[in-house]
């Protein structure tokens, strides 16, 4: 399966501040996504990260607060702005690299706003 | 919506016991996955069964898709095996690989 990594694995951040997280895989993949996990909550779908145009976003999320980039089949961030304390999670890179494939994931950045 | 239910939601265990875990969903499926969260909060992938039944280890996993469940199976439980367990079924006619992730059973081993 492909290696997935995701800087950094956590960080201790300021209100207000914005911080991006980066995915990493190591062989080309088909799909890329962005999860939220709140404390002690389940897994939340961000967004679709589409290869050369915008992420699809689910409902109760947008583009400017949580604006995404995958430039190639490879690579995406995830940037998380203006933020607030509401904002600490867990947040999580997966990937799938076809049809009838598993999905897998990243270890996680542990985000924590003061 | 599509409604994913674990249960039970807390599972406490002696070593050495066994235990089953379900997942109910309320749509047609094409997939689904279980995955382990340690309490590093890494993401395993345990099984990945659309219907039948797959073994890996002390682990097994049955998924009745007509019937619109699955089974996690854990014999001779561990300490490791604690952490939260999530079934997250990908439904028919959804984006490529979209998840839908239950809430979880968290379950703790005690030695």
């Known amino acids: 399966s492909a290696v997935i990594s995701q800087k950094p694995s956590r960080d201790i951040c300021q209100r207000g501040t914005s911080l991006t997280i980066q995915c990493q895989v190591d062989s080309q993949v088909t799909m890329m996504f962005w999860y939220r996990q709140q404390p002690g909550q389940s897994l939340t779908l961000i967004a679709t990260a589409n290869q050369g145009s915008e992420a699809t976003y689910e409902s109760g999320f947008v583009i400017d607060k949580f604006p995404i980039s995958r430039p190639n089949l490879t690579f995406s961030t995830l940037t998380v702005s203006n933020m607030s304390p509401e904002d600490s999670s867990i947040y999580l890179c997966s990937v799938v690299s076809g049809v009838n494939q598993p999905q897998h994931f990243g270890d996680g950045t542990r985000l924590s706003i003061l | ?111």
């Open chain 2, 1 to 111: 919506g599509i409604q994913v239910e674990q249960s039970p939601p807390d599972l406490i265990l002696q070593e050495g016991a066994n235990s089953t875990l379900r997942c109910n969903f309320s749509d047609s499926v094409n997939n689904l996955q279980w995955f382990h969260q340690n309490p590093w909060g890494q993401l395993i992938n345990l099984f990945y069964i659309p219907s039948g039944t797959k073994q890996n280890g002390r682990l097994s996993a049955t998924t009745v898709a007509t019937e619109r469940y699955s089974l996690l199976y854990i014999s001779s439980s561990q300490t490791t095996d604690s952490g939260v367990y999530f079934c997250a079924p990908r439904y028919r006619g959804s984006t490529l690989g979209r998840l839908y992730f239950g809430r979880g059973t968290q379950l703790t081993v005690w030695p």
